[in-house]
């Protein structure tokens, strides 16, 4: 078989690939894209619960909802197409928070151009690499195009056009301002039938669940109430080592911090929590990199003084092999993100917790390089924040999903605004973002 041919079989191979995710992001895309902005309609579909309610619908225009409940009977290529287009979408939505439907028709378009190219002899490897480099130029264009947050009406703006309300844009426009727009702002469903906003003590940390087996709601978050906390410098690898632990816990919810955890670690974990219906979640330590050990607390320790957890580590000579409930913290409630957990309620001494903050504050001031000082501050600061929830009640389960949804919308846009800043809306971004790229480049069409 000749050169010739073998890249004519690839080529046909990679062009029926492709097809069947094409169809995938179309049959996507026809179902999603009628919801699409502030005047966008409502999808209507029936629950897999049919048999037992004939009356139960899902009535909805969020595109995410949408997305999780498509399935397709024409073929196991099209449903792994479908299930490729959930995994890219669900990663834009932890990193992002917002935006999924524009996300979804801009894949939708971008693979259909590009099956045109691959059907007309290019090749996808190279198409591929183009589009890396222009969407690096088109990011560039559009980071020199925004403008910062200026006043309060810009944050009433943006969060009431992303959360399709002018109501609940002043609400969240209001605690961004309250807040001093320093996040994080969380939220949670209520049996009341009305939004309440509530100040509590927590805990930010820059590490989210280690994978996504541990989500336990809809909002790709894993929720515990009530749970017991485990922290250790130990790398967690042998399922010895994950059943000294669970053994402990008296199926309890439960949050492990740990430096390294292995798959097998995490596989146990879960099959442990399926057999005992408790709720667990794993993260990493905190991702501070201390340059001066004796100067600086390790972070771990942090969470040990909020939770009242005791830190086993090497350093203080405590072992696995010792545990007892007792060196387990507390908390009332925590709640992991991909890339993100807040620790509330902490049950540590509050005298404890003051004095670890003092201290730290008062490294701040005696250290002379600017990271180790940042470091200090940061830390300090998350002992010391508060967290905003916002608790949303409704005349109906409906109404309360519906309502939780758009400002959890509204939040990630304005945050993400505020960290970012803002461009023009309806489309004319993209358009402008386009200007300057090389016209020569064979991906330049399809975007």
């Known amino acids: 078989m000749n050169k010739s041919s073998t890249k004519q079989q690839n080529n046909t191979r990679i062009i029926k690939g492709i097809s069947s995710i094409a169809q995938a992001s179309d049959l996507i895309y026809r179902a999603v894209h009628p919801t699409l902005g502030p005047e966008g309609g409502i999808v209507v579909f029936e629950k897999n619960d049919r048999l037992v309610d004939p009356n139960s619908f899902y009535i909805t225009n969020d595109g995410d909802t949408i997305l999780s409940k498509i399935s397709s009977n024409n073929g ?36 259909k151009e590009a099956l045109k190219h691959i059907a007309a002899g290019h090749s996808p490897i190279q198409i591929s690499k183009d589009l890396d ?32 309300s002018k109501e609940l844009g002043y609400l969240i426009a209001e605690l961004f301002e309250i807040n001093k727009y320093n996040c994080p702002i969380l939220t949670e469903e209520s049996k009341s039938t009305y939004i309440e906003i509530e100040n509590i003590s927590g805990m930010q940390l820059d590490r989210g669940y280690i994978n ?58 879960n099959a442990y929590a399926k057999k005992t219906n408790q709720q667990i979640c794993i993260i990493r330590s905190p991702s501070f990199r201390q340059r001066n050990s004796e100067r600086l607390i390790n972070a771990s320790e942090d969470i040990c003084t909020y939770t009242g957890a005791t830190f086993i580590s090497r350093s203080t000579g405590r072992i696995l092999g010792k545990l007892t409930l007792n060196d387990f913290g507390k908390a009332q409630r925590t709640v992991s993100k991909y890339q993100s957990t807040v620790i509330m309620g902490g049950y540590g001494n509050p005298e404890s917790i003051n004095s670890r903050i003092n201290s730290l504050r008062y490294q701040a001031e005696i250290l002379d390089n600017d990271f180790d000082r940042e470091m200090a ?54 358009i402008y973002a386009l200007d300057n790229l090389p016209q020569t480049n064979v991906s330049y069409s399809i975007l």
């Open 212 to 269: 996504n087996i541990f989500v336990n709601t809809d909002n790709s978050e894993c929720i515990l109430t009530n749970s017991l906390i485990f922290v250790t410098d130990y790398s967690l690898q042998s399922i010895e080592a994950i059943v000294t632990i669970l053994k402990h816990t008296k199926n309890k919810n439960l949050l492990i911090i740990a430096p390294e955890i292995s798959p097998l670690v995490i596989g146990e974990a």
């Open 76 to 111: 196991n290529s099209i449903n792994t197409g479908i299930k490729l287009m959930k995994a890219v979408v669900q990663k834009e939505k932890e990193q992002i928070g917002d935006g999924s439907t524009t996300f979804i028709i801009i894949i939708h378009f971008l693979l």
């Open 377 to 430: 501050l940061k830390r300090m600061r998350q002992l010391a924040n508060a967290m905003i929830t916002v608790k949303i009640g409704g005349g109906s389960d409906y109404e309360v999903k519906t309502t939780k949804r758009q400002i959890e919308d509204g939040i990630a846009s304005t945050a993400l605004a505020l960290k970012g800043g803002i461009v023009p809306g309806g489309g004319l971004a993209y």
């Open 133 to 164: 480099l222009l969407s690096q130029q088109v990011c560039t264009n559009l980071e020199k195009m925004s403008y910062g947050i200026q006043t309060k009406n810009d944050l009433f703006c943006i969060a009431s056009i992303a959360s399709k």
